[in-house]
């Protein structure tokens, strides 16, 4: 048969054919409802002062902290300023700053466009929350639980279904339940590194299946920090290596804490898949934190191992008191105090995290 015989039924297949790959192509996909709301759970990464509301030690509802908050208020948060789930929710467009459900002046419609359950010093591990009395994940979630109540009542099952469907969870532990479990643990009264990591995403995997059964479906699970460098993290190496001066991360630790982020990856992407219609993704803190660690003068940070409360080598919390010393300029630090992160670091931290996931969510 004549070869150009076939060129018209050719031309016609693929004029048949183009609508359906254009369907196809992602640069074609149907774009993402607009975030509607944003909610955390976790420690202090994303505590912005629910725990000003229990009793507890681990508060940071004082000077020095918040000396970088609109008003310089000491919020509850543990830095100087904001944290990443409020950079976050003002970029999403949502509201300036994510509240603490348990502060008693945030009002019931506000519940619709976010808070944070999360409550500094807890962890994945309940035994975590005990040794700091401090909220663990289950209180966290039956909280939730109530949050869910009261904006049913407020505008229906409907329209919260809605908001809990296109709303973005963020999660965010682990980094107590290593520091207090494992790295100052007694000598034998524990099984292993990796087979603890695996417990802890074990608590991931059963809180994000509780999410997806709520009606969420946009989730994000932090990972871990470079341990190691956490200021408190040096000192205690340097004490034990009777080198005081010397003042370096501890690799170590940060090797674990590379390992479990891998874990959690491979467990984001299976709950992914599992999930129907989720997305369950990594949020990876560790990467920026330790380039800010290696390349300060990029992000015009000069001081990287030493908090600025008090020395910089063991105050955080309670330790860090309105009569402690500050450094002149915060913006230079990386650490606010022994173990959080400066709001110049969450600034970084949030940006990271916008570019690598805001066109996935």
Not at 108 to 114: A, D, S
Not at 132 to 160: C, H, I, P
Not at 273 to 296: A, C, E, F, T, W
Request: net charge positive; hydrophobic share 35%.
């Amino acid at each position: 048969m004549n070869s150009h015989h076939y060129k018209p039924i050719l031309l016609t297949f693929l004029i048949t054919l183009l609508p359906l790959l254009q369907l196809l192509s992602p640069t074609n996909a149907l774009p993402s409802p607009p975030i509607t709301a944003l909610y955390a759970f976790g420690d202090s990464t994303v505590d912005p002062g629910n725990n000003n509301y229990i009793p507890t030690l681990f508060k940071s509802n004082h000077p020095p902290y918040g000396k970088s908050f609109p008003a310089q208020l000491s919020t509850g948060r543990f830095s100087d300023g904001k944290l990443a789930t409020d950079f976050l929710v003002s970029s999403f467009g949502i509201k300036p700053t994510l509240p603490a459900y348990l502060n008693p002046s945030v009002k019931p419609f506000e519940l619709l466009t976010g808070v944070s359950f999360a409550s500094a010093g807890s962890g994945l591990d309940d035994h975590t929350a005990m040794l700091s009395l401090t909220l663990n994940m289950d209180r966290q979630w039956r909280y939730f639980e109530e949050a869910v109540r009261k904006m049913k009542s407020l505008v229906g099952e409907l329209e919260t279904d809605r908001v809990i469907r296109n709303a973005v969870f963020v999660i965010s532990a682990g980094t107590n339940d290593m520091t207090n479990n494992v790295y100052t643990r007694a000598p034998g009264s524990f099984i292993s590194v990796s087979n603890y990591q695996d417990f802890l995403l074990s608590k991931v995997e059963t809180f994000v299946q509780r999410l997806y059964n709520a009606g969420a479906r946009r989730i994000t699970v932090a990972g871990l920090p470079p341990i190691g460098c956490l200021p408190v993290q040096v000192t205690v190496a340097s004490f034990t290596s009777r080198n005081f001066h010397r003042r370096t991360c501890t690799k170590p630790q940060n090797a674990d804490s590379r390992v479990y982020n891998q874990k959690l990856q491979s467990l984001t992407f299976r709950l992914s898949q599992r999930l129907r219609g989720s997305k369950v993704l990594y949020l990876d803190i560790y990467s920026p934190l330790i380039d800010m660690i290696n390349y300060p003068r990029k992000y015009g940070i000069e001081e990287t191992l030493r908090g600025c409360c008090g020395t910089g080598f063991l105050e955080a919390g309670p330790l860090c008191q309105p009569t402690s010393r500050t450094c002149d300029d915060v913006s230079k630090y990386l650490f606010f105090d022994s173990v959080h992160p400066s709001q110049k670091a969450y600034s970084v931290v949030a940006s990271f995290a916008l570019r690598n996931l805001l066109p996935r969510l």
